[in-house]
């Protein structure tokens, strides 16, 4: 199976700062053939199921504001929120869905500082 | 509006049975592979099993590969988990969630989610 790890375990961002949040794979989660990673990136707020914000490690879903995005290749990726609203704050998952069984990393819980 | 809706939580014995629905509306359900991921409280997520739109192709996790069973009736627009031979570390927060049209394995849409807890 193919870990995920994730780090920091924690951040508090100021207002309108910039969040980053780093996802590794145990193996590489790109495939040569279609030039595709194969990184999708979660949002979950308290209280609440998980939301989809980022497939194709960098494409963002619709809907999804501009302030996310995400970045990477091989087996580590990022997911960036240029300016830190208050409505951000959540835990932030990242996937693979390279091989199944399809896994996650632990959650990176983001607050306001 | 797409809505997933999770049904079938609820407190059992360890060894006991439940069996999940997630009734799905405001898509085609016969057009998507469909998902169940749980989350142990507080703790992350963990995907178990997937069918596609036939039945034809499922898969499981190894925790609950020979012990839960996928399953599907489009005609009444629902996707079931059914649970044999629970453990106390099968307590969480049940999932049923979509396949984005566009791959396999990403995850669009989810239900609100249904708590099972395993405890004598």
């Known amino acids: 199976d193919i870990v995920m790890t994730q780090s920091p375990d924690s951040l508090g961002v100021s207002r309108g700062e910039r969040a980053t949040i780093n996802c590794k794979s145990s193996?590489?989660?790109?495939?040569?053939?279609?030039?595709?990673?194969?990184v999708a990136w979660y949002q979950q707020k308290r209280g609440q199921s998980p939301k989809l914000l980022v497939y194709?490690?960098?494409t963002r879903q619709s809907g999804v504001p501009d302030r996310f995005s995400g970045s990477g290749s091989g087996a580590d990726y990022t997911l960036t929120i240029s300016s830190l609203q208050a409505e951000d704050v959540a835990v932030y998952y990242c996937q693979q869905y390279y091989s199944s069984p399809f896994t996650f990393g632990p959650g990176t819980r983001v607050d306001i500082k | 509006e797409v809505q997933l809706v999770e049904s079938g939580g609820g407190l059992v014995k360890p060894g006991g049975s439940a069996r999940l629905s997630c009734q799905a509306s405001?898509?085609?359900?016969?057009?998507?592979?469909m998902n169940w991921v749980r989350q142990v409280p507080g703790r992350g997520l963990e995907w178990l099993s997937s069918?596609?739109?036939?039945?034809?192709?499922?898969k499981y996790s190894d925790s609950v590969k020979g012990r839960f069973t996928i399953s599907r009736d489009n005609a009444q627009n629902s996707l079931f988990l059914q649970m044999n031979s629970l453990r106390p570390e099968d307590t969480a927060v049940y999932y049923c969630?979509?396949?984005?049209?566009?791959?396999?394995?990403?995850?669009?849409?989810w239900g609100p989610g249904t708590l099972v807890t395993v405890s004598s």
């Open positions: 969630a979509r396949d984005f049209e566009l791959t396999y394995g990403v995850f669009d849409y």
């Open positions: 194709w490690a960098s």
């Open positions: 193996q590489s989660v790109f495939y040569s053939s279609n030039n595709k990673s194969y």
């Open positions: 069918i596609t739109a036939s039945s034809s192709f499922i």
């Open positions: 405001g898509f085609e359900l016969t057009a998507f592979t």
